[in-house]
Structures are given as C-alpha cells and as structure tokens.
C-alpha cells in the first residue's frame, strides 16, 4: 500500500518562495508518475504538473516560469517549487501517485499567501 505526505506548507509574503515535499512509503516505483495539483477556497482541483524523472515545469498558465516539480528518486520523494507567490496561489496543496489504474492521493498542505 502506497502512503504520501505532503509537508512545507504555511504562511508566506507575496513574493516569497515555499518548497513543498511529498513522501513516498509503500509499493511505489520510481518509474510510477507522481503529480501536484492544488484546490483554492470554492473552486475545483487544479492539475499543476507531474513527473517521472526528470524536471518539469507546472502546466497552468498561472504558474510559468516560477513553478518547478523534481524528483528525488533514491528518497521517494517528490517536490514542488513556487516562486514569487501571489494571493492567489493561496491553496491546498496535494500530492498524486498514479499506481496503475490507481491515482493515491495524499493528505494535502495548507500554503497561504498574504498580501
């Protein structure tokens, strides 16, 4: 059984930067793809971007150029990059693990941008 916990979450400045982690324990490979998404206050789960190896930047135009997701295969852990954060990256912020037909979720972190 695949478990993830997501940490790094909290209080930040507009224009501040929050590295997010997500923990991997259980029957997960590292060729198993893993994801960010985010759900702000009163609106849908928002896809950011997943990963298998190498790099990538997050898909939402919101986020270009100051969003990175990598992966850290030897710890089976999976981070999330944002820089220059505004109001409204305000979000919970979730891991993903898409074990075959399976997508794991984990618990999610807070992230609060003050302005």
């Known amino acids: 059984q695949v478990q993830l916990v997501e940490s790094g979450g909290g209080l930040v400045h507009t224009g501040g930067s929050l590295r997010l982690s997500c923990a991997a324990s259980?029957?997960?490979?590292?060729?198993?793809?893993m994801a960010w998404h985010r759900q702000a206050p009163g609106k849908e789960r928002e896809f950011l971007g997943d990963i298998v190896s190498a790099s990538t930047t997050c898909y939402p135009d919101s986020m270009r150029g100051r969003c990175t997701i990598s992966r850290d295969s030897g710890k089976n852990t999976v981070y999330l990059q944002v820089n220059s954060l505004k109001p409204e990256d305000t979000a919970v912020y979730y891991c993903s693990a898409l074990i075959g037909f399976r997508r794991i979720w984990g618990q999610g972190t807070q992230v609060t941008v003050s302005s």
């Open positions: 259980g029957s997960i490979s590292n060729t198993d793809v």
